[in-house]
């Protein structure tokens, strides 16, 4: 996945650590990395839209869609939520860490 603009908010290299240390093939590693990625994604854009009024929605999917590693989106949020979408996000991905690793020691038994 390209470089994201909240993905310094993420934290996630010890996560792509403990999925590096998994009994599985580089295949299936990478698959899942690709997965939580994506998952991410899709939570933090989800989380973002549900805070921003529905008029900004096309501005700022434009925005995104034209410059994804634009960090200059987080000060546009900033203005248009009532929020500190900064710590939405993190606090979201910190949620998000916990249910994958709940995950991943779920898989270590099984293994």
């Known amino acids: 996945m390209s470089k994201m603009f909240y993905e310094h908010l993420l934290i996630l290299e010890d996560l792509w650590e403990e999925i590096g240390a998994l009994s599985i093939s ?10 939580t990625e994506e998952l991410f994604h899709y939570k933090v854009m989800t989380l973002i839209l549900d805070h921003l009024p529905k008029v900004h929605h096309g501005d700022f999917l434009q925005r995104f869609t034209n410059i994804p590693h634009d960090t200059s989106h987080l000060q546009y949020l900033e203005e248009k939520v009532g929020v500190s979408i900064h710590h939405e996000i993190a606090v979201l991905a ?10 991943l020691k779920k898989h270590k038994k099984h293994t």
């Open 26 to 35: 580089a295949k299936e590693k990478k698959q899942l990395i690709e997965t």
């Open 94 to 103: 910190v949620g998000l860490k916990e249910e994958v690793r709940s995950v």
